[in-house]
Structures are given as C-alpha cells and as structure tokens.
C-alpha cells in the first residue's frame, strides 16, 4: 500500500518532505514519489516549489504555508487532513520546520492524532557541517541570530561556554557584524563560512573568526550562508603565564591581526580580567 494513503484512524498523513537545498539532483526518489501520491503540498513559496515539481513533471494542487499565514492555514490543514487528505509539507529548500515554518502544524497534528511522517533528505546546516573539518560528534545548531547587534551580542554571550561546534545561519549582509561580534564575545576561535553549499558557487571559508572578518570586510559573501564556529583551541584556552598581558595583545596585533581594542579584549577574556581592570594593568604595564 503506498505510504500517502489513508490511516486505518480514517485520517490522513502530513509528510515532512525535504527539498534540494540548490542542486535538483539531490531530491531522493521517495520524495518524488511521495510528492506525487499526496492529495496537496504546503509551501512556502508556491512559485519556487512549482519549478521543482515541473523539473519532475508533477502535477498537484499546491497551498501556501509561510510564516505570515501559518497561524490560520495550520487549522485549515488540520481540517482536510482530518477528512482523511495526505499533505506534503515542504520548504523553499531543505528540511521544513527547521529554520523555516511548520512547527505550529507538526504540534496541532500531534494533538489532533494525525500520524506525522519525515522524509528526510537535504539539509543546508548539516552538509556545512559534514564538510567544515570542525569537529561534529558534539555541535549546537543555533538557526538564526537575532538580526539586531545588541540582541545578537547577548545571544552570543549565552554560548560563551561552549566547547563543541556552534552553527549558525545568517543573512550576507549581516555576515561581517555577526562575525565581529562573535570575535568580540566569544574569542579567536576556529571557523568556517559554508557559501552556497550545493550550488554552482559553492565556497567554504576556513581561518580564525579574526581572519573570515578580515576576508568578508573586504568582499562581503552573496547567497546562503552557513557559519560554524569551533571550540577556543588550547592556544586560546591556556595562559602562557610567562606572557605579559602587553606582550599577549602586541601578539594578537601582529600575529593575527585584531586591533588594539580587539586584541585587549581577547587578551583579558583569556586572564579572566574585566575589561577595565586588562586596562589598568596594561597601563600599568608600559
């Protein structure tokens, strides 16, 4: 029996189908099935989802499903699904309800005991990941940073303890404050800037956050991005207690390239100094 028909509850099916997160050929063939044997898809975009369905000669009713209508559009699903419709929800690309919208429908067919199944597939956060050569049998994947510097900063400021790989998606305008900011709160890590992963351009960026700074300063990144930021190495997380702090932030200038302001923060971050008193002991140090 084919997986998009009706339960035995009298019910029907809501399938959590990911899409090519740029390169068509990487939809598997239960997706193509699935999509072809729902009774109607949820998109995001009814134009973007039309041109993969026309690539794979689909024909199917499609309903929009974004974040500006997923409040009221979630119960009216909920209503053909309980008169035993199968729908397909998918994202613009990639896996839906991460990062992207459908969670408010995952719940109500959960409470409305609609059987719920993934078809797993492409996912933009997880192929950076795979290939970024940062350690990945411990990450935290954080989606999107809030877009203004001084929620942002403080969103940062609650992962300043982090030991495993943190990984983000942010917009490319926005690329080079997150970047600073992170710099700023959480030290001279390890990073990777993933440009498009899967499409024609795709890039990956490795260095320092101090040296992707420097890079996208100059010529800013275009198309999806995905950051992923590493542990602090044991160069950042050790003291070398024979270094003065003066000689620790001329070492940071020189060697990594921050500026003054940059390079005392770091410097004092791994003392454990507040940044007043790093200040006063530099002083004090000339």
Do not use: W
């Not at 408010?104 to 993934?118: D, I, N």
């Not at 992962?159 to 943190?166: A, F, G, V």
């Not at 990144?221 to 270094?243: F, H, N, Y």
């Amino acid at each position: 029996m084919a997986e998009a028909a009706n339960s035995s509850s009298g019910t029907g099916t809501l399938f959590i189908v990911a899409t090519p997160i740029g390169n068509l050929e990487d939809i598997t063939l239960r997706a193509i099935r699935i999509l072809k044997e729902t009774d109607l898809i949820a998109c995001e975009d009814t134009r973007q989802t039309q041109k993969l369905l026309n690539h794979y000669g689909i024909r199917k009713r499609l309903v929009s499903y974004h974040l500006h209508n997923e409040l009221t559009r979630a119960p009216e699903l909920i209503i053909e699904l309980e008169q035993s419709a199968s729908v397909a929800l998918v994202s613009d690309a990639g896996t839906p309800v991460i990062s992207d919208p459908g969670h408010r429908l995952v719940s109500l067919c959960l409470r409305h005991h609609v059987a719920v199944v993934p078809i797993p597939g492409p996912c933009a956060f997880v192929s950076a990941l795979a290939a970024s050569g940062l350690p990945s049998d411990e990450f935290r994947f954080i989606g999107f940073l809030p877009s203004r510097s001084s929620a942002r900063r403080k969103a940062l400021e609650q992962l300043m303890h982090e030991t495993h790989t943190l990984v983000f998606y942010e917009a490319p305008h926005r690329v080079a404050e997150t970047l600073s900011d992170a710099l700023d709160i959480l030290g001279l890590r390890p990073a990777v800037l993933a440009r498009e992963v899967t499409k024609i351009h795709e890039e990956f960026l490795r260095g320092t956050l101090a040296e992707l700074l420097a890079q996208t300063s100059v010529k800013p990144p275009k198309g999806e991005i995905t950051l992923l930021i590493g542990a602090p190495s044991e160069q950042t997380m050790v003291v070398d207690q024979r270094q003065s702090l003066k000689q620790r932030v001329e070492q940071l200038e020189t060697e990594v390239g921050l500026d003054r302001k940059a390079a005392l923060k770091q410097a004092a971050r791994e003392r454990g100094l507040a940044k007043r008193e790093a200040y006063k002991q530099l002083l004090q140090e000339r």
